[in-house]
C-alpha cells in the first residue's frame, strides 16, 4: 500500500524557522509536492521536488532525498499567517496525488 | 479566473438520506479530482476524470458513492443512502498540468455531516 508519514502538530513562534518532515513509502515515485491548508479553506499548491536537493521559494523551501524515500518543508521568519495545515504528497506515476495526514503548524506571537 | 468552486459549503444530513455534492472546476481543465478527508487524517482519492470519463474510481468506497461529469464541465457526487462514515469534507480538484507536480487547484470543500 502507499504511506506517507508527517507529524500531527508542531509549535513554532513568530520570526522562528520550523521543519515539516515527510517520510513516503510508495509503490511508485516521481516526486513530492506541499501543500498549505487553511482552516475551511481550499488546500493550495506549495512546491514540487522530483530530484534530489533542495528548492527555495521566497520563506518557504522543500528539499527531498529520494534514496531515503524523505523530505521536509521548511518555513522561515516564522509569520502567524503560516499557521495553517501542510499535507506532503506523492506522485506515484498516476495522474492522482497520494496525500499525506497533514502537519497542523501553530505559530505562536 | 475563476477558481474551483463547490457547493455546498455544509450539508447535514440524516443517516439514511441523500446527499449531491457538486463542483465547477476552472474553465478548460480536463482533469478533475474527488479526495475526501475524514476528521485529522490523510487526504484521501476517491476519483479522476478525464473530462467526461472516469479515469481511475479506485477510491471510491462503495456502491453509494456515485459520481458523475456531465459534458466534461461540472461534476456531481451523490451519497445514498448516507452513513455515519461517510461524514467528512468532500473536496473537489481539477488540473491541466501535464507536468510531474501535476498541480491541483482545490475547490474549499464540501463539508457533510451525517447524524
Known amino acids: 500500500g502507499q504511506s506517507l508519514e508527517q507529524p500531527s502538530e508542531v509549535t513554532a513562534v513568530e520570526g522562528a524557522i520550523v521543519q515539516i518532515n515527510c517520510t513516503y513509502q510508495t509503490s511508485g515515485f516521481y516526486g513530492l509536492s506541499w501543500y498549505q491548508q487553511h482552516d475551511g479553506g481550499a488546500p493550495t499548491f506549495l512546491s514540487y521536488?522530483?530530484?534530489?536537493g533542495l528548492e527555495e521559494t521566497g520563506r518557504f523551501s522543500s528539499f527531498l532525498s529520494r534514496s531515503d524515500s524523505y523530505g521536509y518543508l521548511l518555513l522561515q521568519e516564522l509569520q502567524m499567517k503560516d499557521s495553517a495545515s501542510y499535507f506532503c504528497?506523492?506522485?506515484?506515476?498516476?495522474?492522482?496525488?497520494?496525500f499525506g495526514s497533514g502537519t497542523r503548524l501553530q505559530v505562536q506571537p | 479566473e475563476a477558481g474551483v468552486t463547490q457547493f455546498p459549503s455544509h450539508s447535514v444530513i440524516e443517516k439514511g438520506q441523500t446527499v449531491t455534492l457538486r463542483c465547477d472546476p476552472i474553465?478548460?481543465?480536463?482533469?478533475l479530482y474527488w479526495y475526501r478527508r475524514v476528521m485529522g487524517k490523510e487526504i484521501k482519492f476517491l476519483l479522476h476524470?478525464?473530462?467526461?470519463?472516469?479515469?481511475?474510481e479506485s477510491g471510491m468506497p462503495n456502491n453509494r458513492f456515485l459520481a458523475e461529469r456531465t459534458g466534461g464541465t461540472y461534476s456531481t457526487l451523490k451519497v445514498q443512502p448516507a452513513e455515519l462514515e461517510d461524514s467528512g469534507v468532500y473536496f473537489c480538484?481539477?488540473?491541466?498540468?501535464?507536468?510531474?507536480?501535476?498541480?491541483?487547484?482545490f475547490g474549499a470543500g464540501s463539508r457533510l455531516t451525517v447524524l
Open positions: 476524470f478525464v473530462k467526461e470519463s472516469k479515469q481511475d
Open positions: 474553465s478548460g481543465h480536463d482533469n
Open positions: 521536488n522530483a530530484l534530489d
Open positions: 504528497a506523492v506522485n506515484t506515476g498516476r495522474r492522482a496525488l497520494t
Open positions: 480538484a481539477s488540473s491541466q498540468d501535464s507536468s510531474g507536480a501535476n498541480v491541483l487547484t
